[in-house]
């Protein structure tokens, strides 16, 4: 689905949403278990494709999903890198 968009990588990057200082620190306060268990909530969303093909209403349907969580995995991640280089 991220290459049918025809993006770069910076230019996803950068068009994703901005957050503010207190939604980061929320985000980044949450531990691996809480992670997971966000991922597993999404199974019944991202699962339900119906004859098993991925097409364009899939992608339509799910790709804001994707873009949530390559938001939230960009600033977990820095969040421990912070934490290891400090």
């Known amino acids: 689905m991220i290459d049918e968009t025809r993006l770069s990588f910076t230019e996803l990057a950068e ?3 901005k957050l503010d200082e207190a939604a980061i620190h929320k985000m980044q306060s949450t531990s691996v278990r809480d992670w997971a268990r966000e991922s597993m909530d999404f199974r019944p969303q991202v699962y339900a494709y119906g004859d098993g093909r991925l097409g364009y209403e899939y992608s339509y349907k799910n790709f804001p999903l994707v ?11 820095a969040g421990l890198l912070n934490e290891i280089y400090k």
């Open 67 to 77: 873009r949530t969580r390559l938001l939230e995995a960009g600033v977990r991640l």
């Open 15 to 17: 068009s994703l949403d």
